[in-house]
């Protein structure tokens, strides 16, 4: 009997056996079985709890149906109501605020930006460093400024207040009290944490990855600062990216505070302040000093008077030195000194070409005390463009106007001194890799036959109804084992359009043939020659040259 009786429950939502003392009064089988006829399903939203079916019961041994059936109440909990468990909320997939996913053709433009960081930072004797991705809280506290309200806390556990870090400078200073080291040029590349409004289309996100180069250690004055001038430049002509170096210095833009009337306590905000004049004009910057910082309209405008003028290094040093308030200032004069010196060393570089002393610059962070500097990338500009037959787009169509600074630095004297007992002087830039990415990028997809990844050879099979696979593999392990990125069909039997298919955007094919196969031969061709190229069929060469000519055409 119980087996025809699951028979029946089968399909059925909710099913219950019952012994024949719980039936329906007047009835006298063995036991009844209740039924729901109707798919739980149709009783649940996604926003509310589970209704009650109607339920529908049979006694066995009669084919007439009886009123609904009581409501079951598990043993020991008369008068309450089994209720169904709630459905969970769904969960909605997707990356936290301000972060994102890698992959594919991105990771390949931003890997082969970290080689050209890495290639250069050794080139100037970097040795690598790798911190935490958190730090005690008290080790970050106190040095960012108004900028601190962006550092992630970490939930109190009962253990140590932690910070995930906000930079890789602090944590560099840190390191260097803790070990003793007095001299180092240090290179470091790794994700940093900011609680900062995100702006994903102008590469400003929570989680983004700095690279730093530090010179840290006692030297003459302003050469370290100019050998960091030099590998900025270094890395942006081969990033091919044309870009300006705006420069300014601590010393002298707190002497023209000083001279402007900013009380000492004001000097910190007002700095913050005049650092967003590369994104709010300056009406707006003297409306938030006067309003906001509690700064005399007449002070406000003084400042206007100074940090709106830029020039050469040399330019600017003439321009202050005309101005006898502020060449009475002694900070102002020992900055000018520094700058005179930086002039000099800069042009052995040959790297004066790429800097404008920029009074504007501020550079809210707490910690610099010389020499700061923003690097931004300059656009095509209108008459290259026009020149080029182009059409003049607008800044908003432009990602290289978006991004605001791609790179920033400055001299740091006196931040490890406040973990250790010794001042050791420092100077750096940090490079972010996430805006100069989103210029990348976006140059890249204007280009032609972008693969998700790189490929020196794709190997494929013409003309043979077996595909030969065994053929293709021992060839693409031969290119392997030559170190030659090579890929070939994972498929038996392969179709020759399908195969220069998958090709697109990989230099060199290798066509193999079964009568080239049988003479010991391959065909080598260069392909994504593009339309109008002259066709080329290749070049047939031994099976054992065919490491040697690969390589001499991928170097060609």
Not at 204 to 229: H, K, N, T, W
Not at 398 to 405: I, K, R, T
Not at 440 to 450: D, I, P, Q, S, T
Not at 532 to 552: F, P, R, T, W
Request: include cysteine; charged fraction near 30%.
């Amino acid at each position: 009997m119980l087996p025809a009786i699951r028979s029946i429950a089968r399909g059925y939502e909710r099913t219950a056996i019952v012994p024949a003392s719980r039936c329906q009064a007047g009835s006298s089988p063995f036991f009844c079985l209740y039924l729901t006829k109707t798919p739980r399903r149709q009783f649940l939203s996604s926003n509310s709890t589970p209704q009650e079916p109607p339920p529908l019961a049979m006694e066995t041994g009669s084919s007439t149906p009886i009123p609904p059936a009581p409501k079951m109440v598990p043993e020991g909990k008369e008068g309450k109501e089994t209720k169904l468990p709630a459905r969970p909320a769904a969960v909605q997939i997707k990356v936290p605020k301000g972060t994102r996913d890698w992959s594919g053709a991105e990771l390949v433009v931003r890997e082969n930006l970290f080689k050209t960081l890495n290639d250069i930072f050794k080139r100037h004797g970097g040795t690598p460093l790798d911190t935490p991705v958190f730090e005690l809280k008290e080790i970050l506290a106190g040095k960012y400024g108004e900028d601190s309200r962006l550092i992630y806390d970490l939930e109190d556990q009962g253990g140590e207040l932690c910070s995930l870090r906000y930079d890789l400078t602090v944590p560099f200073a840190r390191w260097l009290a803790m070990t003793g080291t007095q001299q180092v040029k240090r290179s470091q590349i790794a994700k940093v944490y900011r609680r900062d409004q995100p702006a994903i289309a102008r590469g400003r996100f929570r989680e983004f990855y700095q690279c730093d180069f530090d010179i840290a250690g006692v030297y003459d004055s302003m050469i370290p600062d100019s050998e960091i001038l030099s590998i900025i430049v270094e890395v942006f002509e081969a990033l091919n990216l044309d870009i300006t170096i705006k420069l300014n210095h601590r010393k002298i833009l707190d002497g023209l505070f000083t001279v402007a009337g900013v009380p000492a306590d004001k000097i910190r905000p007002i700095s913050s302040a005049v650092d967003k004049l590369d994104k709010m004009p300056w009406a707006d910057v003297k409306k938030e000093m006067v309003e906001e910082k509690g700064l005399p309209e007449e002070v406000a405008g003084q400042i206007g008077v100074y940090v709106q003028n830029k020039g050469s290094i040399l330019e600017m040093v003439d321009y202050i030195k005309k101005d006898e308030k502020l060449l009475a200032n002694e900070d102002i004069k020992a900055g000018l000194d520094d700058m005179v010196r930086l002039a000099s060393y800069a042009g052995a570089l040959k790297v004066d070409k790429k800097i404008s002393f920029d009074l504007s610059l501020a550079r809210g962070l707490d910690y610099y005390t010389g020499l700061i500097f923003e690097v931004i990338n300059q656009p095509i500009n209108a008459e290259a463009a026009a020149a080029d037959g182009k059409a003049k787009k607008s800044k908003k169509d432009d990602p290289a106007s978006q991004v605001g600074s791609i790179a920033a630095g400055g001299r740091y004297d006196n931040l490890v001194g406040m973990y250790g007992k010794r001042q050791i002087p420092c100077v750096g830039i940090s490079f972010g890799v996430d805006r100069i990415f989103t210029i990348l990028n976006a140059r890249n997809k204007k280009e032609k036959g972008k693969r998700d990844v790189e490929l020196d050879v794709y190997v494929m099979a013409a003309g043979a109804g077996d595909g030969m696979i065994l053929e293709r593999m021992a060839i693409t392990r031969q290119l392997w084992d030559a170190g030659i990125r090579a890929e070939f069909q994972p498929k038996v039997k392969v179709k020759m359009v399908q195969q220069f298919k998958n090709a697109e955007g990989v230099p060199l094919g290798v066509i193999l043939g079964e009568e080239e196969l049988a003479n010991g031969q391959v065909r080598v061709k260069v392909l994504n020659q593009g339309q109008g190229a002259e066709k080329d069929n290749g070049k047939l060469v031994a099976k054992e040259d065919l490491v040697a000519e690969v390589k001499k055409l991928l170097a060609a």
